[in-house]
């Protein structure tokens, strides 16, 4: 089965400075990667995804994430965060099989004023 | 403008008890999912229907009894709720049953407590 680890639960970072939100995957084939946010109270967001093509993935509000073969990770990143990025990030994986999306565990990204 | 609306948004109830919750899309979307997010966040699918026909059951009681009356409605039945049923409840739709090249949008989601 595949499967994603984030291996934080929390992270926080002071505002304007980078941030990086961490994932390893597991695949066994070709993966198809997400990134999801969730603000408090409310429904998942998409932000971004990687198929295939440039490592580099950009996404909304000004995020990226970065495809890594050889070391198996898909982070996520932001040049300089803001406080309203403050939220629940997970990371996803497509299995083809079944299917369907597996997410991870979540990460609370807190960005400080 | 709501895009995937759910009702209620909160639901407390006795154990035993038989509830339902409702999702709907004006996205024209023709897959939609149920998602339960219990109470460390983690989130996990329960089912899938593409044009009103499951295609995705994951190992869920039976209890649970999703209804699909058209595209744009995916109802949760939930037969005997038992305590371990508390959870969030998170309704997506997305265009196309292949979540790999078609984004999920998600509901706000239904805070279900079983007392």
């Known amino acids: 089965a595949q499967s994603v680890a984030q291996p934080e639960d929390q992270v926080n970072v002071a505002e304007g400075n980078p941030l990086t939100v961490k994932c390893t995957y597991s695949?066994?084939?070709?993966?198809?990667l997400f990134w999801y946010v969730q603000y408090p109270n409310r429904g998942l967001q998409f932000l971004l995804k990687?198929?295939?093509?440039?490592?580099l993935v950009k996404g909304s509000y000004g995020f990226e994430a970065e495809f890594n073969k050889s070391q198996t990770s898909f982070h996520l990143k932001k040049p300089s965060a803001l406080v309203s990025d403050s939220a629940l990030y997970f990371c996803a994986v497509y299995e083809g099989p079944a299917r369907q999306l597996t997410f991870g565990s979540g990460t609370q990204l807190t960005v400080l004023p | 403008d709501t895009a995937v609306s759910q009702t209620p948004k909160y639901l407390v109830t006795q154990m035993g008890n038989d509830k339902s919750i409702k999702c709907e899309q004006n996205?024209?979307?023709?897959?939609m999912y149920w998602y339960k997010q219990d109470s460390k966040k983690f989130l996990k699918i329960m089912f899938s229907y593409n044009n009103k026909e499951l295609i995705i059951n994951e190992t869920v009681p039976n209890r649970f009894s999703p209804k699909s009356p058209d595209k744009a409605h995916l109802n949760l039945h939930i037969n005997s709720l038992e305590l371990g049923d508390s959870a969030v409840y998170f309704c997506?739709?997305?265009?196309?049953?292949?979540?790999?090249?078609?984004?999920?949008?998600f509901g706000p989601g239904t805070r279900l407590t079983v007392l």
């Open positions: 997506a739709s997305s265009q196309g049953n292949s979540p790999a090249y078609n984004e999920q949008f």
């Open positions: 695949v066994s084939g070709n993966p198809y």
């Open positions: 996205l024209g979307h023709d897959t």
């Open positions: 990687y198929i295939t093509g440039d490592n």
